[in-house]
Nanobody, 123 residues
Framework: QVQLVESGGGSVQAGGPLRLSCAAS????????VGWFRQAAGKEREFVAA????????NYRNSVRGRFTISRDNGKNTVYLQMNSLKPEDTAVYYC????????????????WGPGTQVTVSS
């Protein structure tokens, strides 16, 4: 079993950057995709970005493409989400999770969710 913990959230003004980290522990010797999701107050959890553990293939939701970058450091068992040009609509709790399938974009295709980290973007 893999355990994930997010960090790096906070409050930032619109246009600013934040970098989120997703640290893995436990059975990190397994190879698996990792995804970032977010959930704004009163809304459903939505896919943000994902990265394959082998090959580094990445995928993004359209509204963050070009502003967010997902990357991973295999040696540190950590996945990062660099968020630039943040907008108020990016405000949400951000979660990382382990992908059960390659290329998944739905929450039910992920497992081992972290507790989340709050991102608040003010205008």
């Amino acid at each position: 079993q893999v355990q994930l913990v997010e960090s790096g959230g906070g409050s930032v003004q619109a246009g600013g950057p934040l970098r989120l980290s997703c640290a893995a522990s436990g059975r990190t010797s397994s190879t698996y995709p990792v995804g970032w999701f977010r959930q704004a107050a009163g809304k459903e959890r939505e896919f943000v970005a994902a990265i394959e553990w082998i090959g580094g293939f990445t995928n993004y939701r359209n509204s963050v493409r070009g502003r967010f970058t997902i990357s991973r450091d295999n040696g540190k068992n950590t996945v990062y989400l660099q968020m630039n040009s943040l907008k108020p609509e990016d405000t949400a709790v951000y979660y990382c999770a382990v992908g059960l399938v390659s290329g998944g974009m739905r929450p039910n295709e992920y497992d081992s969710w972290g507790p989340g980290t709050q991102v608040t973007v003010s205008s």
